[in-house]
C-alpha cells in the first residue's frame, strides 16, 4: 500500500511568489496535517484538516492556506513568500483525530532566493 | 516555555552503550504520546507510542509520568543504525501534535 505521498520532492521560488504543495494521504485516513520544519527544529504545526474542513490551525500567517478535497488529498498554499519560508514542508495522514500516531510523507525541501 | 522540550544533545555513544533521552511537556491536558525518529533529510517516521503503564519494544523501552509530565525513552545495546534524531510528539486528543526540537544520537563503533 502507498504511503503519504507529497509533490513536488523539491522546489526551488523567489521572495514574493506563491507555492502549491500537494499530497495524498495513504488509503482510507481522512485526516491530514502539515508541517513545517526548519533544520534544526522539530516539526511546527500549520493545518489539520479532517473530512474537507479545517480543525485546526497553528501559528502562522495568513498567507498560509490549505484545502483538502473530497478524495482527502490536500493542498498547502503559502503566497507572498518570504526567505524565511525556506523549510521541509511535511504532510502527515491518521484514520482520524483522535489519538492515533500520524503518519508522513517524504516532505517537499522548498528554497527562497 | 515550550510546549514539549528536549535535551538537544548531540550524545555519541559507542555501539552496546544504554542511552536515555528525556522529554517534558507543558499541557497537562495532553492525552498521547510518541516518540518518532527522523534521519538526516528524511521525514519523521513513528518509532513507538508511549503508554501510562510503559511499554517495551525491542531494546526501546518508554515510560510516562503524568504527574510530572515527563517522558523517556531508553535504547539498550546500541546500534549503528540508531544514529538519528530523536522527537518526543504529544497530542492533546483531537489536535495536532506537537514536537520537540528532537535529540541527535550518534552511535560509534
Known amino acids: 500500500d502507498a504511503g503519504v505521498t507529497q509533490s513536488p520532492t523539491h522546489l526551488i521560488k523567489t521572495r514574493g511568489q506563491h507555492v502549491t504543495l500537494r499530497c495524498s494521504p495513504i488509503?482510507?485516513?481522512?485526516?491530514v496535517s502539515w508541517y513545517q520544519q526548519v533544520l534544526g527544529q522539530g516539526p511546527q504545526f500549520i493545518f489539520q484538516?479532517?473530512?474537507?474542513?479545517?480543525?485546526g490551525r497553528g501559528n502562522f500567517p495568513d498567507r498560509f492556506s490549505a484545502r483538502q478535497f473530497p478524495n482527502y488529498s490536500s493542498e498547502l498554499n503559502v503566497n507572498a513568500l518570504l526567505l524565511g519560508d525556506s523549510a521541509l514542508y511535511l504532510c502527515?495522514?491518521?484514520?482520524?483525530?483522535?489519538?492515533?500516531?500520524?503518519?508522513f510523507g517524504d516532505g517537499t525541501r522548498l528554497s527562497i532566493l | 516555555r515550550k510546549e514539549v522540550e528536549q535535551d538537544p544533545g548531540p550524545f555519541n555513544v559507542p555501539e552496546g552503550a544504554t542511552v536515555a533521552f528525556n522529554c517534558t511537556y507543558s499541557?497537562?491536558?495532553?492525552?498521547?504520546f510518541f516518540w518518532y525518529r527522523q534521519d538526516c533529510r528524511k521525514e519523521p517516521k513513528l518509532l513507538m507510542s508511549?503508554?501510562?503503564s510503559g511499554n517495551e519494544d525491542g531494546r526501546f523501552t518508554a515510560q510516562l509520568n503524568r504527574a510530572s509530565q515527563y517522558i523517556s525513552l531508553l535504547i539498550r545495546d546500541s546500534k549503528l543504525s540508531d544514529s538519528a534524531t530523536y522527537l518526543c510528539?504529544?497530542?492533546?486528543?483531537?489536535?495536532?501534535?506537537?514536537f520537540g526540537a528532537g535529540t541527535r544520537l550518534t552511535v560509534k563503533p
Open positions: 502527515a495522514s491518521s484514520p482520524r483525530t483522535d489519538n492515533q500516531p500520524q503518519h
Open positions: 488509503s482510507g485516513h481522512k485526516s
Open positions: 484538516y479532517y473530512e474537507k474542513e479545517e480543525r
Open positions: 499541557n497537562s491536558a495532553s492525552q498521547s
Open positions: 508511549v503508554y501510562s
Open positions: 510528539v504529544v497530542k492533546e486528543g483531537n489536535n495536532d501534535m506537537r
